[in-house]
């Protein structure tokens, strides 16, 4: 009898998958992601917003609960991306995060430290970066209100839910353990020793918290299917002890083992290897620009092309996307407040040099 690795396909080989030449489809071991007429939302870090064009242009439908009116644009546009997504709730750097976000829209959960008070202004601790904040409690309160009603809103109605996981480290209360999207001081609000603290969360947590989630979700929407994906993009700052790669290793390696785990547990939620496509050994020097952090346009259309390779299309609406090109490095003369308004991710405000 022969044994097992005879059987095995080519892309179980070091040699015939990768130094004779990698096929990135190989990589995506579920197909169709999506399938034709599907309405898809999606959440996480920095890097989830790239696939909304994309997928856009491919003939799927993205869920927007948040829309600027026509005439308010160029006028009502925010610091950071929070309209990019679905709910305009930003990005979700950590699994805890999207836990608590969707608690908190389901009623279940209610952060103690739930508003700051900054220059005769309300400012939502959960998205600190926006620019139009509430005026009272009573405007805070209905604003707040909804907000969690369009998130409820969105998940109810898309087929698909994309969620792109990015960290594992974050700043979370002491008193209760609410996760902020960035550490109290960076972007709004003021960071306290006694009742802000910080958190590297583990495999077990990660895995536990996103099974949580999404069985959360498939009570309100029973049908839903989950594409879990590990963003490339290393960390800007480590608030660890260690050197920023090491921790963006230990960081990327821990999200990726308890996407596997959830993946294995829940027969709805699938992978898609982003991560591995792009910070792979057959990924070429030019997937990241000069800083070794920004994923390139490259990159992005590689990726792209695997995951849309793996999805039913509608061949009538098919249309050549708009690349999603990173932010260009800020002028030197630049000052701080202006550098911050600039960025697209909460998470950069903690590098020092802003």
């Known amino acids: 009898m022969p044994h097992p690795y005879k059987k095995l396909?080519?892309?179980?080989?070091?040699?015939?998958a990768v130094a004779d030449g990698c096929h990135l489809n190989d990589l995506v071991s579920h197909s169709p992601l999506l399938s034709a007429g599907d309405s898809f939302a999606s959440a996480g870090s920095c890097f989830a917003g790239n696939i909304i064009p994309y997928l856009e242009s491919a003939g799927f439908n993205y869920v927007r609960k948040t829309v600027v009116p026509e005439g308010l644009k160029g006028i009502y546009e925010e610091n950071f991306n929070y309209h990019t997504f679905s709910a305009a709730y930003g990005n979700i750097y950590t699994a805890r995060h999207l836990l608590q976000l969707i608690q908190r829209a389901l009623g279940l959960f209610q952060p103690n430290e739930d508003r700051w008070y900054i220059d005769h202004q309300v400012v939502d601790p959960f998205r600190p970066g926006l620019r139009f904040n509430a005026s009272n409690d009573f405007e805070f309160d209905k604003l707040n209100a909804q907000y969690l009603e369009s998130v409820i809103s969105a998940f109810k109605e898309m087929d698909v839910f994309v969620f792109t996981l990015g960290l594992t480290e974050a700043w979370v209360s002491s008193?209760?353990?609410?996760?902020?999207p960035a550490c109290p001081g960076t972007i709004a609000g003021k960071y306290d020793q006694d009742k802000h603290s910080f958190k590297n969360f583990s495999v077990?947590?990660?895995s536990q918290d996103l099974i949580d989630a999404f069985s959360l979700l498939r009570t309100i929407n029973p049908n839903l299917k989950v594409i879990l994906t590990v963003s490339p993009v290393p960390l800007v700052a480590t608030a660890t002890a260690k050197h920023v790669v090491s921790a963006t290793v230990y960081s990327k390696s821990v999200l990726r083992v308890a996407a596997e785990e959830v993946v294995n547990l829940l027969p709805f939620v699938f992978y898609f290897p982003a991560y591995e496509i792009v910070t792979g050994p057959q990924a070429p020097e030019s997937f990241f620009e000069a800083n070794r952090r920004d994923v390139s346009v490259?990159?992005?259309?590689?990726?792209?092309?695997?995951?849309?390779a793996n999805c039913e299309l509608d061949a009538a609406v098919i249309k050549k996307p708009k690349p999603s090109v990173p932010p260009k490095p800020l002028p030197d003369n630049k000052n701080s407040s202006s550098?911050?308004?600039?960025?697209?991710?909460?998470?950069?405000?903690?590098?020092?040099?802003?």
């Open 9 to 16: 396909a080519d892309k179980a080989f070091w040699k015939r």
């Open 175 to 180: 008193i209760d353990g609410s996760v902020f």
């Open 298 to 308: 490259e990159a992005i259309e590689a990726v792209m092309g695997a995951l849309i």
């Open 204 to 206: 077990a947590e990660i």
């Open 339 to 354: 550098r911050l308004v600039d960025l697209e991710c909460e998470e950069a405000a903690s590098d020092n040099d802003i």
